[in-house]
């Protein structure tokens, strides 16, 4: 069965970064299309970046672009999100997903708080 494991997350003054790690098992990792989603408190889950087999296939949300950067490991079935300059208005919970998008159950997640 599907299995998708963040971590890396914690408490990070504004302008900080954060590496973001997400461990997946029971499918062929390599072959999936990859993306971060995050969920901020009392807001929706919104879209942050997303990453096809073959690393240059990256796009990032406005937010995200030219502060994160997407890759991944397929050797380590390991999706990875690199966090640089980190706003306040980048709280929340940080879950990665496999395509097809939704159809497949999340991971736990892992919390990003951004506060000085």
């Known amino acids: 069965q599907v299995q998708l494991v963040e971590s890396g997350g914690g408490l990070v003054q504004p302008g900080g970064s954060l590496t973001l790690s997400c461990v997946a098992s029971?499918?062929?990792?390599?072959?999936?299309?990859m993306r971060w989603v995050r969920q901020a408190p009392g807001k929706e889950l919104e879209w942050v970046s997303l990453?096809?087999?073959?690393?240059?296939?990256?796009y990032y949300a406005p937010f995200a672009k030219g502060r994160f950067t997407i890759s991944r490991d397929d050797a380590k079935n390991t999706l990875y999100l690199r966090m640089n300059s980190l706003r306040s208005e980048d709280t929340g919970v940080y879950y990665c997903?496999?395509?097809?998008?939704?159809?497949?159950?999340r991971g736990q997640g892992t919390q990003v708080t951004v506060a000085s």
């Open positions: 029971g499918f062929a990792f390599a072959s999936s299309a």
């Open positions: 997903e496999k395509a097809p998008w939704g159809a497949s159950p």
């Open positions: 990453i096809y087999t073959g690393r240059d296939s990256t």
